[in-house]
Structure formats: structure tokens, C-alpha cells
């Protein structure tokens, strides 16, 4: 009898243990991972790393995928490694990983998850979802994959969320790294009426919401509901607030930072306003991480906290990577001297993503065209959003570029992309001094190259180059593109900042700008692509002659 009672107690505590598992941490955290136990028509059974087993829904119109390849049900194989998004009480996507795909982690090698919180070369900071913070080492043959493509490391964003392979279980070098895509990024900062909080569906709904465009407020729908996570972070200032109290704050103003969560707003973190609102475009003179306040170029002192949203590159950060100098966006609540910042959002960025990046942009005469490289004669070099110019006496003093097969060069005279060896053997360069060239009326063509360190991966060859003293660097995302019958295609930009050299800083817009794009060179993903090709809000770095825009690079 005794034992019988005992082999009940144990059975209880068993179901007790799974039930706990189920009903908590897949729906708490949004997502679970581990092994495919058993699957059924409309359910799987998923054995967690730790051993607990959930039994899962799958979404009526979930997405099924391994190795990043979609597959139908019937592919799916009990004991592979599987990852899946959880929204609701219900999979909405399930990956899993074979056997025979490069980069298989084996059940023994270990797999992280966590956010990049700084980059230093080869050494990354990731701070893991369990909240520890630990440094990772890359190699010269880490693997680097976003949305089922092979990528290049200086890709990488601080802010951007990581899943981590290691080949060994006691390394700290990263064999291969799956950067999650675009949704990471941070759609939109609504500002808006708290009016209901639904605590069983973890929603919100909000009236009078607006966002930050252009320079103001405005206000884009009167009226909506917003799903949130158990752990989505709340603060009113820098008091965390806790998902049951957030009901009491109802007939309050929220910030909001939401990402686009398949297809629908999400909130990633929310600040409750206390008192009035101050929004100041500016500089950061100084940071003091003690106190944790700041000081604007314009002598305004601000405090901030764990509570302030902040933003670089469309990214959710930590106040650490704040730096002196940087230009910002900051929303401050408050009254007279007493501020606070809900909201700062950093402008200042570049063609490198990192330190890890070696990207350039040069521009200037190609003087001598050989079949692997070119030499630039009066040549100019961008830094830091600032042209520098490289005045050649000699032969010794010209920078020496190199191109191959891959590299993509765009004769902007013909239009048309041409080929390594049409770019070796055309009059592009010539002996200007010879009576027989000068006769023919050839010179020297003059170029944009894109490179990486002193590989070119795009050019843009013409004939005459515009000054370049007239050109500005601008930043902003996309509005929309268009094809004018008149003027060709043309850019409308929203958000917009332009460098000034004089006040070294970025200042914004107050309304959106027209570029026009067809004698633009458009770099995405070190490719040349077309204006169609640009995608709603995504966000550029452009060298612009006013109307005319020259390089576009999206970020």
C-alpha cells in the first residue's frame, strides 16, 4: 500500500512539474527550444534542453522550416533540434536543424541566446536572456547568417539579437552566429493614452497616438490595442513597474518602443510620463554614469535611468553605450529643472556599423587601370561624414585600389554594369599627354568606389566628377519611391538629419526631402540594387548634391 501511495505521490509531482513548464516559461518568454518529442495533427510535444516536456498548439497558419528551408509537416522529424516563436498559447513558428546542414550543433555543444551589447573587433559583449553578461570571441571562419544568408561579421549592430554555436562546450569562440532579422529593430516610439489593460491577453488599448515624425508629433490612428510579453519591461521613471500594477496608471501617457511583430505591433518597452513633456535635439556635452545624468550642449541637465527607452541605429540599448559628443533626440519629463529622459534616441552614425568594419568611400581621377587595380590621382577619402582630400604629386603618392571578378563597376555615362575586363581594357584611364589621346579628345574618368578596406566592391565610373564641396551626408528612412515620368525616380525621405560641419553635428529636418535617385549608386549588403528595390522605412546614409543624390547606402 505504502509503495502504491508512493508511486502516486511521484506521478503527481511528474504531471505537477510538466504542467508547470507548459503553462509558464514557453508563454512567459515567447519562444522554446530543445528536441521534438512527438508530433500530432495540430500539436507537438517539445523536451526542453533542461528536460521539461511541453506539449504546444501549432498556430493554424504556422510556419514550418529546417535549416531555414520551409517544409511541410510530414518533414519533420521526431529528435531533431528544434527553435519556435510562441504568440499567445500557440506556435507560430517552428524551425528545426538537420544532421547534414554545416553548422549542426550536436546535443553536447552548446547554444546561446542573448543581445550584442558592445563590439570591440573581434571581441563581443552579449548579454544572455538569463541576464548574465559575458564575452564571446570571433575567428576568421565564424559563420554569420540573417534570414537564411551567409553575411559578413561587420553586419552585426550593437542591440541586434544573436543566437550563439560553439563547437566545443568549455569555448568561447563563436563557430557560427544566426543574427535574428529586422524584427529586432524597434518600428516605432508611439506616444499615447493609456486607456484599458487587459491582464489575461496581455493587452493594451491606447487613444490618441501618435508618433515621432519629422520633427513633431503626429498623430497616426485614434484608437488601438497593442499586445505586450509577461516580462516586456514598465517604468515610470526609473521605478519599474510591475504588469498587475500597470491597470492603476489608466488615463495616463505612455512612450512606447514596438517592433513589428509578424505583421502586428508589439511592445518591447513602455515609460509612463509623470509630469509634463520637453523634447530637445542637441548634442550630449557631458555623462556622468554615476549619477546617471547628462548635460546637452545647450546646458540643460537631464537625469537618466533603467527606465529611459534608448535608441541607436533602430535599436534597443543600454545607457552605456551613450558616449559625449553623441547627437540625440531626447523626450524629458519634468517640470522646470527637474528632468528626466523617457526617450533618446541617438543620431550619430557612419558607413561602419563597428569597429569591425573597414568600409570606405573614395573619390577621385583614376589615373592608371591595371587588370587586378587602379590608381587615384587627387584623390578624397570620406571620415566621419567629412570629405578629406589627398593632393598627388607622384606616382608614389596615389592610393592604389584593387578589383576582381566580383567586383561590380557601373558606367554611369552608359548606364550599365560592365565587367572587369571591359573596365581594364576601356579608355578610362589614359597618358592625357600623348599627342594621339589628345587628339581623340580622351581623359581621365573619375569614380566613386565603395570598399572594403582596399578592395573595391562597387564603383560608379563617369566622366566628370560634380565638386564635392557641395555635397551634404544625409540619414533618414525611406517614405516612399517613386518613378516620375518627367524626373525619373525619386526618394522621399522622412526623419531626415544633415551633417554639419560647421556645428559638427547632425541636425533634423522639419519636413521630408525629395532626392532624386537616377544617377544615384544604391549599396545594400555590398550589392548594387535598384531605387524599387528600397524597402518602406528602411534606413540610408546618402551623399547628396542637393536635389541630386550620389551614393545611398542602406544601413
Known sequence: MKKAISVILILLIFIVTISYGGVNDPYRNGYIEGYLKEKYDNKVKIEEYDGTIHEIELARNVVLKIDDILVKPNDMKEGMEVYGDI??????????????KLGYISPQSKTLRGVVKKIDRDTLNIKLITGEEKLFFTSPITIVNKSGESIGLD???????????????DTDIISRMEIRNNSIKVKDIYKA???????????????????????????IKPMATIEYDYDTPMYLKAQSISNDKLKYFVGKTVYLAVEDFFGEDKIKKLVLQEKYSKIYSDKIRKINYFSDSLELRNNKNLTLSEGTIILKDGRLV???????????LIIADGYKDSLHASVIDIYNTSINNSNIGQKHIYAGRMNRIFEDSVYL????????????????????????????????????????????????????????????????????????FYTDGDRITVGYIMKDLDSLGKERITTGHVQKVENSSSTGWTLTLMNSKDWSDHKEKWIMKNSSININLEKAMI?????????????????????????????????
Do not use: C, H
Not at 318 to 328: F, G, L, Q, R
Not at 418 to 443: P, T
Open 87 to 100: 504568440k499567445g498559447k500557440r506556435l507560430i513558428t517552428l524551425e528545426a536543424y538537420s544532421t547534414e
Open 523 to 555: 549599396i545594400k549588403d555590398d550589392k548594387i540594387i535598384t531605387p524599387e528595390e528600397l524597402l518602406m522605412k528602411d534606413s540610408l546614409y546618402i551623399i547628396r548634391d542637393d536635389y541630386d543624390g550620389k551614393i545611398v547606402i542602406v544601413k
Open 193 to 219: 493614452k493609456l486607456v484599458r489593460v487587459d491582464e489575461i491577453e496581455n493587452k493594451i488599448t491606447l487613444e490618441n497616438i501618435y508618433n515621432f515624425t519629422d520633427g513633431k508629433w503626429s498623430e
Open 377 to 448: 590621382n587627387d584623390f578624397y577619402i570620406l571620415k566621419e561624414n567629412e570629405w578629406y582630400s589627398f593632393r598627388t604629386e607622384d606616382e608614389d603618392d596615389e592610393k592604389r585600389l584593387y578589383y576582381d571578378e566580383d567586383t561590380k563597376i557601373y558606367n554611369l555615362e552608359e548606364k550599365e554594369i560592365i565587367s572587369a575586363k571591359e573596365f581594364f581594357q576601356g579608355n578610362f584611364s589614359v597618358d592625357e599627354d600623348d599627342d594621339e589621346i589628345d587628339d581623340r579628345d580622351l581623359k581621365d574618368w573619375y569614380t566613386y
Open 155 to 169: 553586419s552585426l549592430y550593437i542591440g541586434d539579437e544573436v543566437k550563439l554555436y560553439f563547437d566545443e562546450y
Open 318 to 328: 543600454e545607457k552605456s553605450i551613450i558616449d559625449e559628443e553623441n547627437d540625440a
